[in-house]
C-alpha cells in the first residue's frame, strides 16, 4: 500500500482541522470534504491534461515523399489502415499531408459529409463506383500544405485545443526543425482515455 492510499483523509481529520485553526469560519467538516474532493478532481484533471505529447503520439509514423506518385502514397494507405499520410520532404522535414479525403476527391467521388453517418457515406461511395478514376500525378498535387502541428513536449491540452480550433482528426508531431516525430489522432487520444479508466478497475 503506498504513503498517499495509507493517508486518505477523513471526516474526523478535517473536523480536528477546523477546531485546530481556532478561528470562527462559516464552513462544516462536509463542506471541507466536499472542496477537497472538487480539488482532486481537478488536480487530476491538470495532470491528465499535462501528459507531454511524446507519450501519447504514435511513432514511428508512416510518411511519403513529396514526388511520389499518388498511387503509392494510396497504397500505403490502405496496407496500413492509415487515414492521413504526412508528406516530407529530402531531409524528413513536413511539407505536407494527403489523406483518404483528398483521395476520394481527386477520384471524383464524394468525401464524408459532416451530417451523413458512415452508412450514408459508404453508400454514397458504392452508388458512384462507375465514376471512379484513378488519381494521376504525384502527392505534391494532392496534398495540403497548411498542417497543424505540435512539438513532442507539448501537452495533451494543447493538442485537444488544436483540435478543436481547427476541427481537425490528426495532428503531425514535429521538432523545432520540422521533422517529422510522430501523430496523435482521435483514436490515440480514445485509446488513452479507456486506458486510464480500465486501470483503477484492474486495481480493485
Sequence with gaps: MDQQSECKLTRDDFAKALREMDTFLDITADD????NRLAERHA???RRESTP???LMSAPVKTIGVDRPLAEAAHILVEHRISGLPVVDGQRRLVGLVTEADFLRAMGLPSHHPHHSLWQTLENLFQHQDRIREPEGVVADLMVREVV???PE???????DQ????RIK???????EGHVQGIVTRSDLVRVFFD????????E
Design 32 to 35: 471541507l470534504m466536499e472542496l
Design 44 to 46: 487530476r484533471q491538470r
Design 163 to 166: 483540435m478543436k480550433k481547427h
Design 154 to 160: 507539448h501537452t495533451l491540452h494543447e493538442v485537444l
Design 196 to 203: 486510464r479508466i480500465r486501470k483503477p478497475a484492474q486495481a
Design 149 to 151: 502541428t505540435v512539438q
Design 170 to 176: 490528426r495532428v503531425v508531431v514535429c521538432d523545432p
Design 53 to 55: 505529447v511524446a507519450q
